[in-house]
């Protein structure tokens, strides 16, 4: 009886894999590159639909980030200006600097934790993951060619051809293609393990140092309405009051209304120190000149935003002492797992 | 006990073939057929001709075209019972620069007599806020805004002596999903019953439209080139899209 049982489960298993091989027999090994959200962070917007995350999508992606041939004048990569050792903006560069010694008109946003946000550019201009690379190709201040030439570039650019088709499945290359690659490169860049994230996620083994935690209850009285944990960010837009009138409409821009004049997105504060300079036109070189500006600087612009004003005044005061809390509070944002993470490093 | 063990078996083979069924295996006993949408550009009756030919909008503004580009979408068909055909994925861009984008294969369709069509001028909101598309919306075609991202549904530019921008251009670029600037229009037109569109397996049938560049400027509110020769989305774009809604488009004839 037993033996018979053994030749069903047998015959059984056998009828199974025969009914279902054309979908299973396919299956390739399990990817290294993975996408994982940590513990304390909510679900993510981009979900890699159409677009399955692998090691030769991703890797692929990796090596057109980096490759400044794409550029019209060959000099400038995804890379130039959004550096892994800045957290992926761009180091000492108020505004983005393209193709031809061009500067453009914003500071360079960080990359990372993108597959959280649902809009994208200091006006929250574009609205889609997958699209947001196309903005800075074109841009005639960034990399300053076309989609086409860039198309035409890949298909006759060894190994371009052949890693498409091995990522992908495709004979010719066209812009979804490089689009997806881009953005499984761009989405897996997750930053999510600085020793805020540990002593948030395990109170036991990590903790803050005093000065830390008086910066963290500072940040949670004083910053966190817009600044809000997990993130960093509300994924609003808000004016600060850096100009009285701002040369830049900024949101405005997006939705025509008024009351978005002068506003902008509101950035992360996750590596925010190796992120400098600051704002969206890169007018603050340290954090202590951002938080003078909170402290002391914030202007009664038309928009400016709410919380922002306190009894009458505008700004949010703190003291010598406290802005140092805060900015060794700031400092355990920064993600040196992430910053070293030779899965996005160039070389 | 044997039976008992031999019927689970049988109907967990059952279950497992059921399961790995392909979904294009349901039988199919519908008929399809083949239809040609054919798009005539005109100007007020004239032939459109690019660049070189010069033509007079309501206001009695001259101007030239150099380029003339739209999308038409969701196209769907209806019969005379009521019940309505939506053509997948139906996403047409026209160019009056490529002939071939002109005339439009539509295949798969179920055999019937049809009385009516819809389409949208443009793209439907969910795909202007999808990732990376291909084919008639891949964003190489110049028909998408990396800026504020999102489908440009109608371009015209072109040459006015009365436009009072750089090089007296004419640039009018038609979009936007977000109310109170939201261009998407529905264009629909009923067919002569006595020759609706006959699809049958045997035949391709065409239905041809006249397609008046001119109909941007007038309708609704006439444009007038000095004051309004330049827009990209917003408040003008929605002025000029209330326009061509009923004059864009119209049904020249259908071929059975």
Redesign the interface.
Known sequence: MKHFKVC?WLF?ST??MY??S??DITTTPVDDVKFVIPANFPEAVYKF???ALSNKGFALGKKLFYDARLSSDQSVSCGSCHQQFAAFAQLDHSVSHGVNNCLGKRNAPVLFNLAWQREF?WDG???????VP??AI??ACEMGT???AI?DFLNTTAPYPQLFKEAFGVQKI???E???AL?QFMATMVSGNSKYDKVIRDPKQNSFTTEEQLGYQLFKDNCASCHTEPLFTNLKYANNGLDLISSDEGRK????LNSDQAKFKIPTLRNIELSAPYMHDGRFKTLDQVLAHYDAGVKAATNLDPLLVKGGKTGVPLSSIQKQQLISFLKTLTDNEFIKNKAFSEY | MFIKRLSIIFSLIILTLASCKKEDDTLNTEEKGTFALEFENVVNGSPLVLNTQTYSNANGDKFNISVFKYYVSNIKLTKSDGSVYAVPESYLLADAAKPESLLNSMTNIPVGDYTKISFIIGVDKERNLSGAQTGALDPIHGMFWTWNSGYIFVKLEGTSPQSTATNNALTFHIGGIVDPNNTIRTFSTDFNPANPLRIRTDKKPQLHFKVNAASLFTGKQSVNFATLNFTMGAANSVVVADNYVNGLFELDHIHN
């Open positions: 069903l059984l009828w199974i009914a279902c054309k979908k639909e159409g677009n550019f201009g574009a609205k889609n993951l997958e699209i196309i903005n074109t841009d076309s989609l086409s198309v066209s812009s979804q490089m689009l997806r953005s821009i997006i939705t025509g």
